[in-house]
């Protein structure tokens, strides 16, 4: 059951059948979307559940204004009593009590941290497991260039002081601009004074990636362990060093100074930068080092692998 927002996850559904799955999607979103009728779209999503009779029930909802019913969770529970019922979030969550009846149905609560566990426990959702992000191995690879067009890219949008460090963010993106001018790419919104506004495709930020010398990721939150965007992973498969500002744990994923850089502040994100440009063979190292690692690890395969191995208790 995952969120489209109109554009299905190609990638997703692909990975379930290399991982040998036979499964069939409800797309919830976009038929919520179709008609905003409540009642019956959770009476379609119980009825699609009986009809199959899944030994799981993966889904992606949101913890804010759910669409789907714990009470239609449980009535399929009361009809299928071995269905594995789990839900994902990739999102950092700073309220989650509307989610809290839920917890008593769904087997396996998944969020995209570590750190944010004690909290989702202290809501009651006392099986909160841990299932990273992951990226699209053929939307974003290394074309292996030798000459760039760009310094370096970033690709994410400013949504000012919404998430802790989205202030942070802006500030490093504002530095990255005035420092290295027209030789800076950058896609998202809400710097309209840098780009206008300019937003870009899979296809267009995997080509700028690897059209630069290095790229940069910067979460909206970088205090929590464990906790990365998939902008860390596409950054890495382009092939291409990426400098990651410093989240807790980064060490459990990637190894520092190898298969990334880090940075603790806006000025150490420019001066890796220089270091990135004034050291070619280097930098270019570590860019492939990056690319072996998330391709062997990260890629939407690997997610729904471990997926598989939490809903059977491995």
Aim: proline share 4%; charged share 20%; glycine share 6%.
């Amino acid at each position: 059951m995952p969120i489209n927002y109109g554009i299905p996850q190609y990638s997703m559904y692909e990975a379930w059948t290399a991982n040998g799955v036979e499964f069939d999607v409800f797309d919830w979103w976009n038929e919520w979307e179709s008609h905003h009728d409540k009642i019956r779209l959770n009476e379609d999503f119980v009825a699609k559940a009986l009809q199959m009779k899944p030994d799981c029930i993966c889904m992606q909802l949101n913890y804010q204004n759910i669409i789907i019913t714990p009470e239609s969770l449980q009535t399929v529970k009361q009809h299928l009593p071995n269905v594995i019922i789990s839900n994902w979030t990739g999102d950092i969550r700073y309220e989650i009590d509307d989610f809290t009846p839920y917890a008593q149905v769904i087997d396996y609560p998944l969020i995209s941290s570590t750190g944010q566990m004690d909290y989702f426990k202290s809501k009651g959702c006392h099986k909160v497991g841990f299932l990273p992000l992951a990226y699209n191995p053929k939307e974003f690879f290394p074309m292996w260039k030798t000459s760039f067009t760009y310094d370096v890219c970033f690709v994410g949008s400013n949504y000012g002081s919404i998430f802790k460090d989205g202030l942070l963010r802006a500030d490093a993106v504002n530095l990255l601009h005035t420092t290295f001018d027209d030789k800076f790419c950058l896609y998202g919104r809400g710097f309209d004074h840098i780009n206008k506004g300019a937003s870009s495709t899979a296809a267009v930020t995997n080509e700028t990636y690897n059209n630069s010398v290095c790229n940069v990721s910067i979460n909206n939150d970088n205090t929590i362990d464990d906790y990365f965007s998939d902008r860390i992973l596409c950054g890495m498969a382009s092939g291409r060093p990426t400098i990651s500002w410093y989240f807790p744990k980064i060490e459990n994923h990637f190894l520092p100074g190898k298969e990334v850089l880090v940075a603790h502040n806006a000025q150490e994100v420019v001066d890796l930068v220089r270091w990135c440009k004034a050291h070619p063979e280097e930098a270019s190292e570590i860019g492939r080092n990056g690319h072996e690692r998330v391709v062997n690890n990260n890629t939407c395969y690997h997610m729904i692998k471990n997926l598989l191995g939490i809903l059977q208790g491995k």
